[in-house]
């Protein structure tokens, strides 16, 4: 049984940081593009970062590039999520993703594995 679970979403002021982890359970991986999305309610669920099987490369949405920075430790099977200067409209329940490809994907319907998401609220 395949699962991600993620973790780290909380309260934070503008220009906080936070650090989001998925972890990852009954796939291989090391063979798995990941990604991570985000949605707040009433708006479609949009992508915010992926990274390749390897690590080697990462795409991140415009809105985060400079702020988010994506990472994977295949060891231990978890993807990471740091986010820095934080935004008020980056208040979201962030879910990751996992697809098995060594490809980039942006539209979630590519994506064949979902964690269950964590909130994140960011106070003006």
């Known amino acids: 049984q395949v699962q991600l679970v993620e973790s780290g979403g909380g309260l934070v002021q503008t220009g906080g940081s936070l650090r989001l982890s998925c972890v990852s359970s009954?796939?291989?991986?090391?063979?798995?593009?990941v990604g991570w999305f985000r949605q707040v309610p009433g708006k479609e669920r949009e992508f915010v970062a992926a990274?390749?099987?390897?690590?080697?490369?990462?795409y991140y949405q415009d809105s985060v590039k400079g702020r988010f920075t994506i990472s994977r430790d295949n060891a231990n099977k978890t993807v990471f999520l740091q986010m820095i200067s934080l935004k008020p409209e980056d208040t979201a329940v962030y879910y990751c993703?996992?697809?098995?490809?060594?490809?980039?994907?942006?539209?979630?319907?590519?994506?064949?594995?979902w964690g269950q998401g964590t909130q994140v609220t960011v106070s003006s």
């Open positions: 990274i390749r099987r390897s690590g080697t490369y990462t």
């Open positions: 009954g796939l291989t991986f090391s063979s798995y593009t």
């Open positions: 993703a996992a697809r098995n490809s060594d490809v980039i994907f942006t539209d979630l319907r590519q994506y064949y594995y």
